[in-house]
Every structure is written in C-alpha cells, then in structure tokens.
C-alpha cells in the first residue's frame, strides 16, 4: 500500500547550518527536519528530499521538501508539530498532500533566487547575516545591461564552481533583474535550474561590472569563454536566499 506523500514549504536561516544536506557530525537543515519527522513517527526514520541543496550561510525562504509518511493527520496540526519539533531557525509554513509520484527536485519547473546588498555606508548590524554589506557606489545601469546576456539557454560552465560533478551545464534564465528597496539592492534570478555557486559567482562578476572594474560586454565573453577562470570572484553565501520553487 503506498503511504501518503506530503509537499512541505520552509524557510530557514542559514547562518548556524553546515548547509542543507545532512552529514557527520554537522547541523543540517536536513538533519533537523528528519529528526524531527522521527519523532512524529515514534522513533522511525523518514527520508525527506529537497527541490535542490543550500550551502552553508545559505537561507531560504520557499523551500520544498517531500516524504511519505504512515501518519494521517490535517495539514493544520503538521504545521503545528513541526512548529512545536523544529528549532526557531526553522519554519515549515505550508503543507499539503500531494500524488504518490510527485517530487519536489525533479518536478521543480522554475526557481528564484535573490542575493541581497545593504549598500549604506556602514554596516547595519541587524541585517548582517543576510546581506552583503557593499559600501561604494554601483552603476546600477552597467549591472542591468550585463545582465541581458544571461537570460536565455546558455552553457553556463564560466559560472560553475570547478569542484562539481555535474557534466551538462545548460540552463535557461528566465529573468534577471536588479529590485532596490530599503537600502538594499536585490539581484533577482529566476531560472529552471542553477549550477554549484552559479548564482555567486554571477553576483561576484556583477559586482565588478558594478565597480567598473570590467564592462557590461566582458558578460557575454564571460559566457562564451566556458572558463571559470574568466568569471568574477564567488559572493559570500549569506546575502544568498532560495526565494521560492514553481512546479
């Protein structure tokens, strides 16, 4: 008999995770969740699966998980023992049931991910965990222009931590865009799919661009190079957010 499956939307902090992936002796977001699901199921383990792992210092805020479960309880009273299981850095705000088939990596259809500058002079100490402070003045417009050349299907090897195993480096952006908000200036990226660091290392050549250290035209060289080499330094993690997933 196949068990309920549950679809499960989180966000979570970063900043005191090893990443999301469990491993030894290390705090994982996945760690937490299964320990917390072992609970629920008095003492038996439950495998989650994610749309996609986040590297430490990473957060999220839509996140999406699935596990089959033999317990047959309402949405509403997940919410709440998984509120009352998890630790604060954790939340789970949304569940349903879904098909026995569906999966939350290989379904996903679109993701965003936002990465996140305070640009004031001085460092705001609330938000130290979850910006990149930048103090400098940015040509925002050099930035925009840039960005044109990577929405589309491109080989994004260029943009590729070198330390992977993933051989197909395609992907399709679908937007890119600058938002500005509240001292902030939000670098947006919607895609189908996005490489080890790839959304860092776009940052990082970004903000040399920004910097006019090289120009808007140096991207689509960038692109055409394959070369990691040939791209910008890697942005810290915790100005990284996995905005939401679309299935």
Known sequence: MTM????????????????????????????????????????TAIRIYASGRTDAGVHAAGQVIHFDTTLNIK??????????????????????????????????KKKEYRYRLFTKPFPDVFRRNYTLHVPYT????AMKEAMAFIVGTHDFTS???????????????????????????????VGNGFLYN????????????????????????ILEAKSREKAGATAPAHGLVLWSVHY
């Open 4 to 43: 309920p499956r549950i679809k499960a939307v989180l966000a979570y902090d970063g900043t005191a995770f090893a990443g999301y992936q469990v491993q030894p002796n290390a705090r994982t977001v996945q760690g937490e969740i299964e320990a917390a699901l072992k609970k629920m199921h008095k003492e």
């Open 138 to 141: 940015l040509d925002i417009n």
């Open 159 to 189: 943009f590729c931590a070198s330390k992977t195993n993933v051989e197909e480096k395609t992907r399709t952006i679908f937007e890119a865009d600058i938002l500005e908000e509240d001292g902030e200036l939000i670098f947006r990226f």
């Open 75 to 108: 949405e509403q009273n997940w919410l709440k023992a998984f509120q009352a299981l998890l630790p604060d850095d954790i939340v789970v705000h949304h569940i349903e049931y879904v098909q026995d088939d569906f999966h939350a990596r290989f379904h996903a």
């Open 198 to 221: 790839m959304v860092r290392i776009l940052v990082g050549t970004l903000l040399e661009i920004g910097k006019k250290e090289r120009s808007p035209l140096d991207m689509a060289e």
